[in-house]
């Protein structure tokens, strides 16, 4: 079953951060951080897959997603990224059963194509007709058993390439446009996608009024700038993925040029950290119970 707290931080009026995950130990590793709500990216969960986003399936990300929910317990909310939904309206309501059942509290559903175009990572965006996207949303709905469960509206309006529909392409019209039709058929939350400036964000947040708004974190903006343009929640899509495979690169690179590896500053601490993450205090307590020596 869904986490209530996402529902209920939000029905608060307070904020939402949400680190990006792929697996349980990077989950435990927020939690000891502090975090109290979890994010699993499609961007990077593809990666971890060794594959790209567009080619994930449903399957595989409610597998991460349980995952990560199981790594915590439950304890902390985990909203994940569903894409498309995996196809029109009876395969978007299967979706949402599997990734209900994962033990998620909220999922994205976006308006990309589907099947979706690797060539989104190169910002070609290209999104269905309005109407199109209305009906995922509305069978997501549907199919949800909990009002715990949440549905985010996202949207790739700001940003999208030029369709047979959209002859002109996106901009900051179009997003709003498309919020609002989200917004008409019962979305819980908001998410305009390819946002960087704040007063981007300040304009979407005037025109998409009473409804909690989502944002991506980004090096132009910092949490207290995101509060202050009322967007509650903010996730980080690629974070966790390359500032761990940046530290992985120079650590090997500096083996295959020089034979040995260095130093890693602060190993011990995060040792004795992972032993924590995986509870094993625990483990030694019921073995030395059990056995003999």
Known sequence: MANPKLRQTLQSGG?????????????????HLGY?????????????????EPLTTVTQMADVGRTVV?????????????????????????????????GLSAVHIEDQTYPK???YHKGLEHVVPIDEYQLRLEYALKARRSSDFLIIGRNDGFR?????????????????????????????????????????????????KDIPMMALLNPT?????????????????????????????DTYENVMKTGHTLPIPGADEMREITNNLLDMDEKWAVEAATTES
């Open 36 to 52: 109290e709500f979890l994010y699993v990216p499609g961007s990077q969960t593809g990666t971890v897959l060794g594959t790209t």
């Open 70 to 102: 199981r790594g915590c317990r439950g304890d902390l909310p985990v909203l994940l990224d569903a894409g498309t939904g995996f196809g029109d309206p009876v395969h978007v309501m299967s979706s949402i059963e599997a990734l209900e059942n994962a």
């Open 221 to 249: 903006m910092n949490l207290k700038d995101f509060e202050d343009v009322g967007h509650q929640i903010v996730v980080t899509p690629t974070t966790t993925i390359i500032s761990s495979l940046s530290a992985i690169h």
């Open 117 to 119: 175009r690797a060539s």
């Open 160 to 208: 999208a390439a030029p369709d047979p529909w959209l002859p002109n392409g996106g901009g900051r019209e179009e997003a709003v446009k498309r919020a609002h039709a989200a917004i008409e058929v019962g979305v819980d939350i908001i998410l305009v996608i390819g946002v960087r400036e704040k007063e981007d964000f300040q304009y979407f947040r005037s025109q998409i």
């Open 15 to 31: 904020n939402v951060v949400a680190p990006g995950v792929y697996d349980a130990i990077t989950a435990r590793l927020m939690r």
